[in-house]
């Protein structure tokens, strides 16, 4: 559980639930929703009615869906990160030399969110897109972040969100999570290796500020049957390392 705001809106409260719900049940009716939160039909009616009133729901039919006007906030909150700027090309030429996907992760509320990824002429399809969050301790991309963080943070984060487990690689206990977090440190690579998604490994990287703040991570991601022995451990960490440099550089002199 996240922190609680000292005087939380419940109206507020409710409207992001609904939504949060329309998004995780790709869309529904009022008595679905209303069973689903539990919460009176008459109340999710008046909450639909103004959210498509002022345009963050679109309805079809009986069923609301989240609007694409979210949209327009997700892009601006992207374009106001310089990160996404600096490393978005670094981003597309890794993904092109590597044949592979290439991913840009920031950190915001304890959660990892995708800020740009491209795609080369191999890359596979996975669930996550553009705006994802997922839990940083289950990529490679979120541990590289996690091991930059301080130990109050990443304490803090472990709190909030826990350590799921979602295969039977995922790192789910805290010492374990917190040793491979000091390797991260000593090597500036870290490795996913199916524990977010059976059959995908993962090849990550930080990008640290000149005073050695974490701005964010970069990765490589394949099917496990292509990115394995010295590809695995040192062709791509290599490539990985090589755009983080060009990143920093471009982070401190631009």
Do not use: W
């Not at 992001?16 to 679905?32: P, Q, R, W, Y």
């Not at 103004?50 to 079809?60: A, C, F, G, R």
């Not at 069923?63 to 310089?82: K, N, P, S, W």
């Not at 990160?83 to 981003?91: N, P």
Request: proline share 2%; glycine share 8%.
């Amino acid at each position: 559980m996240g922190k609680q705001a000292k005087h939380a809106v419940k109206s507020v409260e409710n409207a992001f639930e609904i939504l949060d719900a329309l998004k995780e049940l790709n869309g529904a009716g009022v008595s679905t929703l209303s069973d689903h939160l539990e919460l009176p039909k008459s109340t999710i009616h008046n909450y639909l009615s103004t959210l498509l009133q002022e345009e963050y729901v679109v309805k079809d039919g009986s069923t609301y869906h989240v609007g694409i006007r979210f949209l327009e906030y997700g892009a601006f909150a992207r374009v106001q990160m310089d990160i996404y700027d600096i490393a978005k090309k670094e981003i597309d030429t890794l993904a092109e030399t590597t044949g592979e996907l290439a991913n840009l992760m920031v950190e915001q509320h304890g959660r990892g969110s995708y800020l740009h990824r491209a795609r080369g002429d191999r890359a596979v399809q996975v669930e996550a897109h553009v705006g994802t969050r997922v839990p940083l301790h289950g990529t490679g991309l979120g541990k590289a972040i996690l091991a930059h963080l301080s130990e109050e943070r990443v304490n803090e984060i472990i709190e909030m969100h826990g350590l799921t487990g979602f295969t039977p690689a995922t790192i789910t206990d805290k010492a374990e999570l917190k040793s491979e977090l000091e390797e991260i440190r000593e090597t500036g690579v870290a490795f996913d290796d199916e524990e977010r998604l059976s059959g995908l490994r993962c090849v990550a990287a930080p990008i640290l500020s000149n005073n050695g703040r974490v701005l964010g991570s970069i990765s490589v991601a394949g099917p496990s049957n292509r990115i394995r022995d010295q590809r695995f451990s040192e062709e791509l960490p290599n490539q990985v390392l090589e755009a983080v440099n060009v990143i920093e550089l471009n982070v401190t002199y631009s």
